[in-house]
């Protein structure tokens, strides 16, 4: 499927890790396997560490950080902000939606969209597609896509094929209207 999309441009990117690193090697007495044999499992993997939320993090204190950021040093004022989206497989709560969530503790204006979406892999491009539609509205300019995960607490220690490939992470992408054509697509 093809979609095309004129006169849209990412206005920036930014990434947020947690500070907690874990090494391959600190995890092997989780798995049923020789420590030879999963060191192979390490070499097929192909990396040494990955980074894990800290015992009470949740997906949103990764988002309001990484916004407060911007906010702070100038890179994004929050009444620009028209729509904000937050992707993720583990929102804080069902009930109420982590994006308001996100709109209520950095006190952005109460008049914009927010929508959270329930998605793994695909997850991104789910929003970004739905961030590019909503820039067709009139009224919306800029639309924040936050895609965040924190799976710590939800993958078994023992779980050799999840757990190595956990990784907390937000991806915070910028995206407003342009005046010249740009296509996506």
Known sequence: MDFYFE?????GILTVLPKRVVTFEEEIANYNFSPARTMK????????????AA???????????????LFDNNLLRKEDIDALIFVSQTPDYFMPPTCNLIQGRLELKQD?????INQGCAGFEIGLLQALMLLDQPSINKVVLLNADVLSPKVSDQDRNSK?????LLLLLSLRK???SHRFG
Do not use: N, W
């Not at 006169?7 to 206005?11: A, D, E, F, G």
């Not at 015992?55 to 950021?69: I, K, P, R, T």
């Not at 190595?164 to 907390?168: W, Y």
């Open 178 to 180: 342009r005046r010249k």
């Open 41 to 52: 499992l390490k070499v097929a993997m192909g990396y040494k560490e990955h980074r894990v």
């Open 7 to 11: 006169h849209k441009r990412i206005s």
């Open 112 to 116: 914009m969209v927010c929508l959270d």
């Open 164 to 168: 190595p490939l956990e990784v907390t």
């Open 55 to 69: 015992e009470g993090q949740c997906s949103s204190d990764f988002c309001v950080y990484g916004l407060q950021y």
